[in-house]
C-alpha cells in the first residue's frame, strides 16, 4: 500500500507542518524510507499527531535507538552531538516513518511513554549506554543502571569510550577474557578477502 500522500509530500509531513510549522527542521527520503527531523521541543505534540489522527494512526511503536554523532566529520541532518530516531508505523496504510530529534550532553530530551508506552524501555537502554537523559521516563530508582552493573562508570556506546581491555566478571565468581584475547582477523579488517586462513566469498 503507497504511503499517503499530501500534493506532493507525505501527508504525515504535511499534517505536522499545518499544525506546528516550526517543529520541522529537515525532511529527508532515504532508500525509500522517510525521516522526519524535528525539534526535540515539539517531539510529544508530534508524535501524538501522528498516533491519533485518523488519516495516520501511528499506533505501533517499533523502537527508538541513540546515536553520537561527535566523531562524524560529513553532513548532518540535525545539530546536537546526539541524535535519537523513533521508528513508527502506521497499521492503518502499513508505511514507516523515522521521527529524528537531535541533543547535546546534559540536555534532555521529553519521554513518549505517554504516547507509546513501549518507548520506556527503548528510552532506559539509550539512557543507560549515551547518557542521554529522557524526562519523565524516571521509574528507575536514581543512580541504578538499567543493562549494566550499578557500579559501571561511563557510557559505553559514547565514541570516547575505550574499546575492550577487560576481563569480563561471570556469575560465580569466574572470570573470562578480554577481548584483545579472542579477537581474530575478519573480513571487515582487509579487502583481501581473508578472515583467518578462510577465504570470504565475495571479497
Known amino acids: 500500500m503507497p504511503n499517503p500522500m499530501s500534493g506532493e509530500e507525505r501527508l504525515e509531513v504535511a499534517l505536522v507542518r499545518e499544525n506546528w510549522p516550526d517543529a520541522i527542521v529537515k525532511v529527508k527520503e532515504y532508500a525509500g524510507d522517510t525521516f522526519l527531523c524535528i525539534t526535540k521541543e515539539s517531539l510529544v505534540e508530534v508524535s501524538t499527531l ?14 527508538c535507538v541513540g546515536a553520537d554523532y561527535s566523531a562524524w566529520k560529513h553532513e548532518r541532518d540535525l545539530s546536537g552531538r546526539f541524535e535519537v530516531i523513533y521508528n513508527i508505523m502506521s497499521l492503518k496504510h502499513n508505511s514507516r516513518l523515522f521521527v529524528k530529534v537531535a541533543t547535546d550532553d546534559g540536555e534532555p530530551i521529553p519521554t513518549l511513554i505517554d504516547v507509546w508506552a513501549g518507548a520506556e524501555y527503548p528510552e532506559r537502554e539509550i539512557a543507560d549506554l549515551y547518557g542521554i537523559e529522557f524526562e519523565g521516563n524516571d521509574l528507575q530508582p536514581k543512580g541504578q543502571r538499567f543493562l549494566l552493573p550499578d557500579d559501571w562508570i561511563g557510557f559505553p556506546l559514547r565514541k570516547e569510550y575505550p574499546l575492550g581491555g577487560d576481563d569480563v566478571l561471570f556469575d ?23 578472515t583467518g586462513s578462510e577465504g570470504v566469498s565475495g571479497r
Open 50 to 63: 501522528l498516533r491519533d489522527h485518523p488519516e495516520l494512526q501511528y499506533k505501533y511503536f517499533v523502537e
Open 172 to 194: 560465580g565468581g569466574s572470570r573470562g577474557p578480554a577481548i584483545e584475547d579472542k579477537m581474530m582477523p575478519h573480513a571487515g579488517e582487509s579487502f583481501d578477502g581473508k
